[in-house]
Nanobody, 127 residues
């Protein structure tokens, strides 16, 4: 059974930082493409960041330069370091695992490309 469990969300002031974690069981994260998505109230889910099995990364323009995706293979955990947070970053953040390999990074910017999802963790940025 595959499980993805996010943690690390919370309430933070504008300009602050948070690190989200996604602990995975049932799959080896270094074999998969791992993504972070977010969904704000009243909005559609949107892609945030990607880390592939070959260590390629890809970010949404809105977070580029502020967010960093990484993994600890020994802990089978993916991270999202979020710096310089803005109120518009407020959302529920989800991690996801894609077991199908495609060599187009943009393939992984859509949620339908992922087979496994976590339950989400709330991030709220206040000004």
């Amino acid at each position: 059974q595959v499980q993805l469990v996010e943690s690390g969300g919370g309430l933070v002031q504008t300009g602050g930082s948070l690190r989200l974690s996604c602990a995975v069981s049932g799959r080896t994260i270094s074999d998969d493409a791992m993504g972070w998505f977010r969904q704000a109230p009243g909005k559609e889910r949107e892609f945030v960041a990607l880390l592939t099995w070959s260590d390629n990364t890809y970010y949404a323009d809105s977070v580029k330069g502020r967010f960093t995706i990484s993994r600890n293979s020994a802990k089978n955990t993916v991270y999202l370091q979020m710096n310089s947070l803005k109120p518009e970053d407020t959302a529920v953040y989800y991690c996801a695992s894609a077991v199908i390999r495609r060599y187009s990074l943009t393939y992984y910017t859509t949620g339908d490309s992922y087979g496994y999802w976590g339950q989400g963790t709330q991030v709220t940025v206040f000004s």
